[in-house]
């Protein structure tokens, strides 16, 4: 009878332990300001390379209006899918790459934006290319073939032509 009762009373200590940091994690509560932004704004990132995702093999027009997503260029991607968010980012990547905070790479999260000079406007030093952090290395992005894409951005012509990220959330 001993046991039986033991065993009653652990279930229900589990059980309220179970609703109550249920609750906890819910509401927030118990939390610091700081980690519940940076929850949010990682969920936030996350919706946006999401959304992103639904365009991938969308055509890629250099100077792309911002009214269509029948075809982008880099800066009007990301411009259109971040406005999605309300987070309304500025024409070109050369404006978009002042805006926001600094972040390192090694600090990357989904929603970030990176910077590269690449192509044929590039010295090494401006920005030519914007693209969205998608997370586990990768990059969401739209350039000539194949338009909209992912692509490494640990390894070939991103890796090499990186410049900075910001983070705009």
Not at 76 to 91: D, N, Q, V
Request: positive net charge; glycine residues 12%.
């Amino acid at each position: 009878m001993k046991k039986h009762q033991w065993f009653k009373q652990a279930i229900i200590v589990g059980i309220s332990t179970t609703i109550g940091l249920t609750t906890l994690m819910a509401t927030g509560a118990g939390t610091s300001p700081v980690a519940a932004a940076s929850v949010s704004a990682t969920s936030k990132g996350q919706k946006i390379v999401n959304l992103g995702k639904n365009y991938l093999g969308v055509r890629y027009v250099f100077g792309a209006s911002t009214s269509t997503t029948r075809y982008f260029d880099c800066s009007s991607f990301t411009k259109y899918i971040f406005g999605k968010y309300g987070k309304y980012l500025p024409r070109t990547s050369v404006a978009q790459s002042k805006v926001g905070v600094a972040v390192s790479r090694a600090n990357l999260r989904p929603g970030d934006l990176v910077f590269f000079s690449s192509g044929s406007r590039a010295t090494g030093r401006n920005v030519t290319h914007v693209a969205v952090y998608a997370g586990n290395g990768k990059i969401l992005h739209t350039y000539g073939s194949p338009g909209v894409t992912i692509s490494s951005l640990t390894s070939g012509n991103w890796n090499r032509t990186y410049l900075k990220a910001r983070r705009v959330l």
